[in-house]
């Protein structure tokens, strides 16, 4: 009986024939050497509900220097205490679109992308609209060697604020330099500031000038520009973004050694070019069980894809409707707080915790999906398949797991047969299927979605050549 181990995530290609395989809801750990199969599919976490705002969407959250979290759902800026009460605090002119925010242990600073800005005094209490001739507004605000870094949108330039205070001076600001593209967005990692251009980038670093403290990194040149401001994270010590080249391909990047290196697939670069929009895009990290995770959605798109670092690998992260439909995933922004990884909900208002406990998105199912690899003959002969075995956890309650299969090289998949994974107890429940037909090229992929720890390994598989 062979052995169909799964050494990679999702790779849908751009010819199915090459590849047609879905990760879903599953991130893959790499298990110690010796072990039957290599990976192991681990479940996403769920979402477990802590509060809602009774708003739409959240915009953005942030967990301060002093151990508060704040959150903006539609035009209210909240504090959000240990227990999940929501405080109202103040209001912003605009009610959606992403808000980036960061403090300097005294002033937090909001900025939405428009010319508008505001400013919480965390010692104080007070939220203040900024009005000052140095400030412009911004995509984004960020924080480095005391002070605050902006870009004035719509424009090549990037501004700072004094150093240690909230107070703009209308002379402290430069250039992105190395090209005429426009500023798009600025990423900072280990105190370096990466100017993400339309279609180039560069670095620059804090020198001490008088005049204006930062410069250009020397010989730091990036030809590959971001398509989407709110794309941009740090992760690890390095930036991520979703980048575009002035051919006008779309990819996903990482910094390396002050430049940078793609990390998306072909497959996934060629699925970006069918999306409608992508300048909607949002990025963020998070860390849990050892992997840290990008997490990179596109609202139009309706889609959720999320890199792992610890094998640079990518899955689907997708959220399954009423009509057993796929959609990007609910979260629409990110903090680490108190303990908790919490994400606001781009739709409803409701804030949640993920949750590696919780097998369900706030009560509903999540739909675990895993294609296989294509299964075919050297000589193209037809195959006979005698049986099937999900190598799968089992055992920790009643569940049920389907086992689908296209024999026309991915392209449509017949109706799922289902298998019970045991009950509780039956830790060595063998999940089989048995006379499963012939076929010249067959991909096989099994989905579950009952609320229940489990995990997968691969499959073992009896086939044998039918030479008629």
């Given at each position: ?64 220097s ?9 035009n ?22 992403t ?81 005429p ?32 403290p ?27 973004w979703?980048a ?60 959720t ?120 107890g ?22 579950w ?20």
């Open positions: 009986m062979g052995k169909a181990a799964l050494t990679t995530g999702a790779y849908q290609t751009k010819s199915i024939i090459a590849g047609a395989q879905r990760c879903i809801n599953l991130y893959m750990e790499q298990n110690p050497e010796g072990v039957v199969f290599p990976f192991t599919h681990y479940p996403t976490p769920g979402l477990t509900t802590v509060a809602s705002s009774g708003q739409t969407s959240w915009r953005g959250l942030y967990y301060a002093n151990n508060q979290l704040y959150g903006v759902c539609g209210t800026f909240y504090s959000i205490s240990t227990d999940w009460i929501l405080s109202p605090i103040g209001t912003l002119a605009s009610s959606t679109g808000v980036s925010m960061v403090d300097n242990q005294v002033d937090l600073l909001i900025v939405d992308g428009t010319s508008a800005g505001y400013d919480y005094n965390i010692t104080t209490n007070t939220f203040t609209t900024i009005n000052q001739p140095g400030f412009y507004g911004s995509n984004q605000v960020n924080y480095v060697d005391g002070y605050f870094v902006c870009n004035y949108p719509g424009t090549r330039e990037w501004y700072i604020s004094l150093i240690n205070t909230a107070e703009f001076d209308p002379l402290y600001y430069a250039s992105k330099s190395g090209s593209d426009n500023l798009v967005g600025i990423g900072i990692s280990r105190r370096y500031i990466y100017l993400l251009g339309e279609f180039t980038s560069e670095v620059w670093f804090n020198a001490g000038n008088t005049s204006f930062f410069q250009i990194l020397p010989g730091s040149f990036i030809q590959y520009g971001c398509a989407a401001t709110n794309s941009i994270a740090q992760m690890d010590g390095e930036v991520y979703l575009q080249s002035p051919q006008g391909q779309a990819y996903v990047c990482r910094s390396q050694n002050f430049g940078a290196v793609q990390i998306s697939t072909f497959a996934m670069d060629q699925e970006f070019q069918t999306y409608g929009k992508l300048s909607d895009a949002i990025g963020y990290t998070y860390e849990v069980n050892g992997h840290f995770f990008y997490v990179l959605t596109f609202p139009q798109a309706n889609k894809w999320v890199f792992d670092l610890s094998n640079n690998q990518w899955n689907e992260w997708l959220w399954t409707d009423n009509d057993g439909n796929f959609n990007r995933h609910r979260s629409n922004c990110f903090a680490f707080a108190n303990g908790n990884l919490v994400v606001g909900d781009w739709q409803n208002g409701n804030l949640y915790v993920l949750d590696q406990n919780n097998y369900s998105d706030f009560g509903g199912p999540i739909v675990r999906v895993r294609s296989f690899y294509h299964t075919e003959d050297d000589d193209s002969n037809r195959l006979r398949y005698k049986q099937f075995i999900a190598e799968m956890e089992s055992g920790n309650a009643p569940a049920t797991v389907y086992l689908s299969w296209s024999d026309d090289r991915g392209k449509t998949y017949g109706n799922p047969v289902s298998q019970t994974m045991g009950t509780t039956q830790y060595l429940t063998s999940i089989s299927w048995w006379r499963l037909g012939m076929a010249r090229d067959r991909v096989f992929q099994l989905q979605s009952d609320p229940v720890k489990t995990a997968l390994n691969g499959a073992f598989v009896d086939v044998a050549q039918n030479h008629k």
